[in-house]
């Protein structure tokens, strides 16, 4: 069992250093980060991933890798643009009306409000959350310029990400290909999570924050009780002198 498994492997890994090794590879990185940027379900990160560690031992060349898939998100993401200027809500919501669909759009559009085009920087590593910020940039008709500039750091650093991480995997394991892109996959997965926490953290803070807003409590104060007293707090009040013995 072991055996054939390997020898599975063996033939994947064949498969992929014939692609690699072929000029299409480069215009195949674009093709799928292009899509990958309004159609999510295509693997376009993973194929980023996959050519950074095969560019490890020479094919393909890592800085063509990182320039087809930053062009290739930079144009999806303005593709998703244009659906969200000219379909609007209607069909946006037709597409994107499941539960978690719906979550994303409202995170996007209050993102939006906050963050302004900082947000699309940040929406490049969080899962539908790239297709969720351009469609509502689109939608919510946020200036053209100030998006393609937002975006193209964006499609560059996401780009250099993925590249990279599956360079330094590749470099680790130059023996084994396999291994290193396990391990580049393993580290996108990682980050992905970790920017999923911290994200799961800062929402439920705000949320915290908007419950003690509403109830008119504000970070550091204090609730008073129906009394008007403090609550936590209680004042001792001054005893009178008894003439008892004084503390020196």
């Not at 980023?48 to 898939?69: D, K, N, Q, R």
Request: include cysteine; charged fraction near 20%; proline fraction near 4%.
């Amino acid at each position: 069992m072991l055996e054939e498994l390997g020898e599975f492997a063996d033939a994947i890994l064949a498969v992929a250093e014939d692609a690699m090794s072929s000029p299409w590879i480069y215009a195949l990185i674009f093709g799928f980060a292009m899509l990958d940027a309004f159609f999510p379900v295509v693997p376009g990160e993973t194929l980023v991933i996959t050519a950074g560690v095969f560019a490890a031992s020479g094919e393909p060349s890592l800085l063509w890798v990182i320039v087809a898939a930053a062009v290739g998100a930079f144009v999806g993401d303005h593709v998703s643009y244009a659906i969200g200027r000219t379909a609007g809500v209607r069909l946006r919501n037709r597409f994107l009306g499941g539960k978690r669909a719906t979550t994303a759009i409202a995170w996007a559009t209050d993102a939006l409000e906050r963050r302004g085009g900082l947000i699309l920087v940040v929406a490049r590593y969080i899962p539908g959350g790239r297709t969720a910020v351009t469609l509502t940039c689109g939608t919510v008709h946020y200036p053209l310029r100030k998006f393609s500039l937002f975006d193209l750091f964006a499609g560059l650093s996401w780009g250099a990400y993925s590249g990279l991480i599956g360079y330094f995997g590749g470099k680790a394991f130059e023996e084994d290909p396999l291994r290193g892109l396990l391990l580049g996959l393993g580290i996108a997965l990682g980050i992905t999570v970790l920017v999923e926490l911290i994200r799961h953290v800062i929402n439920r803070r705000r949320r915290t924050n908007g419950r003690l807003s509403h109830l008119g409590v504000e970070d550091g104060s204090e609730v008073e009780t129906a009394d008007g007293e403090a609550a936590g707090l209680v004042e001792v009040p001054d005893l009178p002198d008894d003439g008892g013995p004084q503390r020196g």
